[in-house]
């Protein structure tokens, strides 16, 4: 069974900092990993989506890599903004062997001070 | 394009109500999903369905049926509520089943006393 783990469940920084939002999981037969953004009382909004035999995606301050064969994605977020304070969800996709099943992450909560 | 919508936006029930949960898509998506999202854990999928005319269970299907009434609407129904189904409730599509990426809708926040 296919566990996604999020490190660490909050983070608060200053206005300016990077963000670095960590993203485990345990089996990496995947066919890809995905990053949403929550925000509070609403749905998920899609950020990146990385295939399984990419290293990294990227858009505009955002990038997300991929190291499959740790079982490890990173979301960078360059110079944050208080806009970007949100839950950030991971979801890794399963193959069709294991029938496209989306396991999500519990999410970090970030919160930029301004 | 509304994208996919749900409701009711908030509800709460009391302990052996039932109740009805509506989500519909127009964005001419196949497939189409139900999660919930409980604090401190990730979604869970409860109901699928690949495409229309059929429906799967998820992770956590115990408590709930799922209807899929046509290609753009897949309803979800709590036929005797209990406390441990208070939770957020999430519809999504997707083009395909297993297509790279599913749409959400904003959620239903259902409480059962």
């Known amino acids: 069974k296919q566990e996604v783990t999020q490190i660490p469940a909050a983070l608060s920084v200053p206005e300016g900092e990077n963000l670095v939002l960590n993203c485990s999981f345990t089996?990496?037969?995947?066919?890809?990993l995905q990053w949403f953004r929550q925000d509070p009382g609403k749905g998920l909004t899609s950020l990146l989506l990385?295939?399984?035999?990419?290293r990294e995606q990227t858009s505009g301050r955002l990038n997300a890599s991929l190291d499959k064969s740790s079982g490890r994605s990173t979301l960078y977020i360059a110079a944050s903004q208080p806009g970007d304070s949100a839950t950030y969800l991971c979801?890794?996709?399963?193959?069709?062997?294991?029938?496209?099943?989306?396991?999500f992450g519990a999410g970090t909560t970030v919160t930029v001070r301004a | 394009n509304a994208g996919v919508t749900q409701t009711p936006k908030f509800q709460v029930l009391k302990t052996g109500q039932s109740m009805t949960l509506q989500c519909a898509q127009d964005?001419?998506?196949?497939?189409m999903y139900w999660y919930r999202q409980d604090p401190g854990m990730g979604l869970r999928l409860i109901y699928y369905?690949?495409?229309?005319?059929?429906?799967d269970k998820g992770e956590v299907p115990n408590g709930y049926n799922v209807s899929r009434l046509n290609k753009r609407e897949f309803s979800l129904r709590l036929e005797s509520a209990a406390p441990s189904q208070t939770s957020v409730y999430f519809c999504?599509?997707?083009?395909?089943?297993?297509?790279?990426?599913?749409?959400f809708g904003p959620g239903t926040r259902l409480t059962v006393l």
């Open positions: 999504a599509s997707s083009e395909d089943w297993g297509s790279d990426t599913q749409y």
């Open positions: 089996d990496s037969a995947i066919y890809n």
């Open positions: 990385i295939q399984s035999s990419q």
């Open positions: 979801a890794v996709l399963a193959t069709p062997s294991n029938d496209y099943k989306l396991s």
């Open positions: 964005m001419n998506h196949n497939s």
């Open positions: 369905s690949a495409s229309e005319g059929t429906t």
